[in-house]
């Protein structure tokens, strides 16, 4: 019999891993019953399988990625409405103080007609005066004294009346003035027409201007007046005085009543 150090070293020579006796043998190691279960073959591995991770290994912590910085979107709101403020009305500018006008008007009379005439001088008509001469011509076309008489002193009605202070001399103030002079004559002795005999007679007796001349007017408080040219007008413009002849016969029969 040989010992189990020898029989082991046979069968390693013999490539014999695994053996069992069929008889307990004498001096022999008792047998191992593990070497008796058959070999468990390992699984094949897949190539899609994932590899396990030994559970004792620590687990390294994924770096994180660097976030993105992300873009906020602001939206606006929506504005609201001012207020529209209210259209200041614009202030008021001080009105220019315009100065008085400045005029002399020759208060006379002719029969039924009284006459309000512009004194292109500034002073009282003078026989040789060429204006003044005219004047009497157009008395003598209308059939009219031609030597007209001065009312009351005979002093022209002059404006401003004083210069300087604080009394108002503007143009309103002067169309009061020479109306009421008028309506004073009137109520004293009245007439049939009234002659306005250049533009200050016209615009500061018949509240008219230029446009008017020709032509008969109705006042207020006055009665019927004839517009007539300035007496310097009429001699500078001779064409003017057929106008003036033609609205004077139209209105002839208002101070000559004769048939």
């Known amino acids: 019999m040989i010992t189990e150090t020898r029989r082991r070293a046979y069968l390693d020579a013999m490539q014999v891993a695994v053996w069992l006796p069929r008889t307990e043998l004498p ?4 047998s191992r019953l ?3 279960k058959p070999p468990v073959e390992a699984a094949p591995l897949q190539p899609d399988a994932a590899v396990p991770v030994a559970s004792e290994r620590a687990v390294e912590p994924t770096p994180a990625r660097p976030e993105k910085p992300q873009l906020r979107v602001v939206v606006p709101e929506p504005k609201q409405p ?3 403020a209210a259209p200041q009305a614009p202030e008021e500018r001080p009105k220019a103080i315009e100065p008085p006008p400045r005029f002399a008007l020759q208060l006379l009379r002719a029969g039924s007609v009284l006459l309000l005439v512009e004194l292109p001088t500034g002073e009282s008509f003078q026989s040789r005066d060429p204006g003044y001469i005219l004047l009497k011509d157009l008395l003598r076309a209308a059939r009219l004294p031609d030597s007209p008489q001065q009312v009351g002193d005979g002093e022209p009605i002059r404006w401003p009346l004083l210069h300087g202070g604080s009394l108002d001399q503007g143009a309103e103030a002067a169309r009061d003035y020479v ?3 008028l309506a004073a004559e009137l109520e004293t ?6 002659w306005l005999v250049g533009l200050p007679a016209l615009r ?3 509240e008219v201007g230029a446009e008017a001349c020709c032509r008969e007017l109705a006042i207020d408080g006055l009665g019927r007046a004839l517009a007539i040219p300035g007496l310097e007008t009429l001699m500078e413009q001779p064409a003017t005085k057929a106008e003036l002849w033609q609205a004077m016969r ?3 029969p208002r101070w000559h009543r004769s048939s």
């Open 27 to 30: 001096f022999a190691a008792p």
């Open 34 to 36: 593990e070497l008796l």
């Open 82 to 84: 001012e207020a529209v």
């Open 179 to 181: 109306q009421g002079v």
């Open 189 to 194: 002795m009245g007439c049939d027409c009234i």
């Open 204 to 206: 500061f007796a018949g």
């Open 250 to 252: 139209r209105s002839l």
